[in-house]
């Protein structure tokens, strides 16, 4: 058989060609998040600044976001026509200054896998933005998911015992990644959660303001 052709590496200026396209009445979980990060200056000034991509964006990406965050030059949204989030084998390392990805991993068969190969392709000092759902915030204690059957995993900052069969520690997943990248922060996000209707079946990031998710801020180490 011939030789297989190595993928054609995708470049920041690549995001040029996309098209943007905003859906009426779309409340996505990376939407609901803009509004806190707008008013959190680290976002605009350290964490998104230069070239970005986004993995998983899909309709609600980042880059429909891009005006909110003046210091961002482009987003190439990384989605599955474009090859495997787990691997990124057609993104160079250190092709980007920083990642983002809101609501990817769990979709992902080997998250540690996945966010090992999102910290090799942001350059030395850049920084990767994650966010996932919290397992209690959003699945409330059903397994598999109520919301969204194409959950793989659910997800806590740290517990010694959970109630999902299928839950990873995001502490445990940055120490994997710390001989490469430095934690800046990893915290719970429950922005307009009202803990009144958890556990009544009702999936609140449907809605235009409630977040359920954990959000881990990493910065590349040279």
């Not at 230069?50 to 993995?55: H, S």
Request: proline share 8%.
């Amino acid at each position: 058989m011939p030789p297989v052709a190595p993928p054609v590496p995708i470049r920041p200026e690549d995001a040029d060609a996309q098209p943007r396209v905003v859906r009426a009445n779309y409340f996505g979980v990376n939407a609901i998040s803009m509004l806190r990060r707008a008013h959190d200056a680290r976002f605009a000034t350290r964490y998104f600044r230069g070239n970005g991509i986004d993995v998983g964006g899909g309709y609600d990406s980042l880059a429909l976001c891009q005006e909110l965050f003046p210091a961002i030059t482009r987003v190439f949204v990384y989605d599955r026509e474009h090859g495997d989030a787990q691997v990124l084998a057609n993104v160079p390392d250190g092709g980007f200054d920083f990642l983002y990805s809101s609501h990817c991993l769990e979709h992902l068969h080997d998250p540690a896998e996945a966010l090992a190969n999102w910290v090799r392709v942001v350059r030395p000092g850049g920084h990767l933005v994650v966010a996932v759902p919290d397992e209690d915030l959003y699945e409330q204690g059903h397994w598999p998911s109520a919301f969204n059957p194409d959950h793989r995993w659910t997800f806590t900052l740290c517990k010694t015992r959970s109630w999902s069969p299928v839950s990873l520690n995001l502490l445990d997943l940055v120490r994997g990644v710390a001989d490469r990248a430095m934690p800046l922060s990893l915290a719970r996000m429950d922005h307009c959660y009202r803990t009144a209707l958890q556990g009544r079946g009702f999936d609140q990031t449907r809605t235009p303001m409630a977040e359920a998710a954990l959000e881990m801020v990493l910065q590349r180490l040279g």
